[in-house]
């Protein structure tokens, strides 16, 4: 019985035995086979060496090749050249190129080569974001307040220079982030709905300027026009209001005296409309 009890365990060290050295086997065999990728994935022939760019027009090419080339510089998992376009993750470029570059709208790469080229559309400038607090009337250029582009789903994607009031439609909206560019300024639909009922506005015959977001979903449309007392003249409403509704409300009394002949003969005068009320719509001239 001692025999075969000693016989068994040897047979089960041997076994063991085996397992290990097969084991070891594939693990050097693992790690030859990744430093030997590591060697293929330097082969000169195989790496993306030059950047293209078509589409862009304020963007530099020489800007987006630079930041491409620095991001394939990185190795991968500290072994295989970032370069090399059978390792590149196209999808994890353009992504970064877009965060990189908040002007980027969209980008599509492709390899050709040892090039990578990129067919990308900007954003277009359509509105301004300055800050939380309007300045009085026509101090614009006189602001310290940096203003910023929005394309028009409302992304704030650039600085911009200051220019003359009226130039771009302007938002005043707090913002929590000490970087606005990135950020979005309003819900999407919303903005839509807003761009049509300031048009809408603007065809009733008020000189439309900005829109002011204020805390608790109030909101003042900003005309430009100085008040007597050297204010923007404003038309009050909130945010849980139908624009539509706003809308026909102000109708209702551009054409109706006294409003009509009131503001005719004296438009310095006004100084708010107010249709944050149910079925009415209330203003005021100054005396």
Known sequence: MRERITSTSNATRERQKK??????W????????VIGLSFLSRIDSLLIKEVNVSGNTILKEEDISKKTL??????????????????????NIENSLKKEFPRILTIESSLEGNSINFSLTERERAHLWCGDNPP?????????????????SGF????SPKF???VYFTFYKKIEDENPIGQYILDFDFLKDLESFIKGVKDAGFPVHSLVALDGGQYELLFNISSIHGDYAKLLF????????????LISIVDEDPFKTDFEN???????IDARFANRIFYKFAE
């Open 238 to 249: 909130t945010e849980d209001q139908n624009l539509e509704e706003i809308y026909n409300k």
């Open 164 to 166: 003359s009031s009226g």
């Open 26 to 33: 594939y693990f050097l065999f693992l790690i030859f086979f």
């Open 266 to 272: 004296s438009p310095n005068g006004l100084e708010y």
């Open 70 to 91: 620095s991001l394939l510089s990185k190795k991968r998992l500290l072994l295989f050249f970032g370069q090399n376009k059978f390792i590149l993750s196209k999808k």
């Open 136 to 152: 009085a009337y026509g101090d614009r250029l006189s602001s310290d307040e940096d203003c910023y582009f929005l394309d028009n």
């Open 19 to 24: 397992a290990f050295v097969k084991l070891l």
């Open 156 to 159: 704030i994607f650039d600085t």
